[in-house]
């Protein structure tokens, strides 16, 4: 039986470029191996599960080719476009789009950093009007609805049903809209009814968790209801967890803005390596060779400091740093150790469990 293949993608803002040049490595070895230039990544996975930045990248990969043919690819984006995105398109949104805090005394009425408008444009052209029952294969992105005051997430397998069926633009902006970074999304599903959507990365910045059970629960063609042993899950991260918070042996004494400024980075690096060591834990204890099923990616710790740690910062010199992380996180990735294979190892089962 072969196995189910699984890709789950962190949150982290700007960030995901790091996560977007392991992909691109990913889908160029997969050419190599392949010898078809048309391989793309919604070919060589069953499942694909994003947060946040996660989340958009995930909806890229998934997006399908608008023309028809045997000899056009599957998907409209390579991963290579996915990453030019970021690297394009990153300082329109975040730096551009920095609202005026003038003298500070605009952050009492409203404390969002940044303007959707450009993000929502940037949406709408890239994705247009396609939904998410649209997309070439299964896919899992999360949000948190305001209005039910309950983690939701945005699946094509639920989207055959009309109040289950979303834009794929409202999809992305929802898993993005960060706490005190962009204000909540307001969106409709195909049925009208409305939710206030913030970033999936206040409960799940690292949804390989939500990515398994999700699997878990699902029929997939290749097998129903998967177990552990029966899954490939590849997990990537987007180097945080290097943050700044201001003065915390005082933080007592914080006010408002500094919680303000502090809790979203708190909320949403503070589960991540917790999860990591749980899938890592999960598929250690079976033993054997089913503990090789997982793999985990992220920058190494001694290379956190080389960039930015607020995920906004969109500056060329800080995109650069962030490319260069993502190759640190790369090449670390290719390196096999005794509970995880080497990166292009694990390419190779990809491709062995078509």
């Known amino acids: 039986m072969k196995k189910v293949r699984i890709l789950s993608l962190d949150g982290g803002g700007i960030r995901g470029i790091v996560p977007a040049i392991v992909i691109q490595y990913v889908e160029e ?11 793309r990544i919604a070919d060589y996975f069953d499942l694909i599960v994003g947060t946040s930045t996660g989340g958009i990248l995930s909806c890229f990969y998934l997006t ?4 028809s043919g045997d000899d056009l690819p599957s998907s409209k984006y390579t991963a290579a476009k996915a990453l030019e995105f970021y690297s394009e398109k990153g300082y329109s949104i975040f730096n551009k789009s920095k609202r005026s805090s003038w003298i500070g005394l605009r952050q009492l009425f409203n404390s969002t950093r940044y ?8 949406f709408k052209e ?9 997309l070439l294969k299964p896919c899992l992105v999360t949000t948190y609805d305001l209005k039910s005051k309950t983690a939701v997430f945005f699946s094509k397998e639920s989207s055959n049903l009309k109040d289950k069926d979303f834009f794929v633009r409202d999809v992305v902006r929802s898993t ?33 968790m939500c990515a398994y059970t999700e699997s878990r629960k699902s029929k997939f063609d290749k097998k129903e209801y998967p177990s552990a042993g029966e899954m490939l899950i590849l997990s990537i991260g ?8 201001p003065n915390e042996d005082n933080s007592g004494d914080w006010g408002v803005i500094n919680w303000a400024k502090s809790i979203p980075e708190i909320m949403m690096d503070g589960s991540i390596d917790t999860v990591h060591t749980q899938m890592d834990n999960l598929f250690n204890a079976m033993g054997g060779k089913f503990k090789l099923n997982y793999k985990r990616i992220n920058v190494p710790d001694d290379e956190r400091k080389s960039y930015s740690s607020d995920m906004a910062d969109a500056s060329p010199s800080n995109i650069e740093a962030l490319r ?6 790369l090449h670390a990735a290719l390196e096999a150790h005794e509970d995880q294979l ?4 694990f390419i190779k089962k990809l491709v062995e469990n078509e």
């Open 176 to 208: 993005s809209a960060a706490p005190t970074y962009f204000p909540p999304a307001k969106i409709k599903n195909m049925a009208g009814k409305k939710m206030v959507n913030i970033d999936g990365g206040v409960f799940a910045n690292n949804p390989a």
């Open 115 to 122: 303007s959707p408008k450009t993000l929502e444009k940037i």
């Open 324 to 329: 260069k992380a993502g190759e640190a996180a």
């Open 342 to 345: 080497g990166l292009d190892e």
């Open 29 to 39: 070895k997969l050419i190599e191996i392949t010898k078809n230039t048309n391989a």
């Open 126 to 134: 890239e994705f247009d009007n396609l939904k998410m029952s649209e």
């Open 64 to 67: 399908p080719n608008p023309g």
């Open 238 to 245: 987007t180097g945080g967890g290097k943050f700044q918070i």
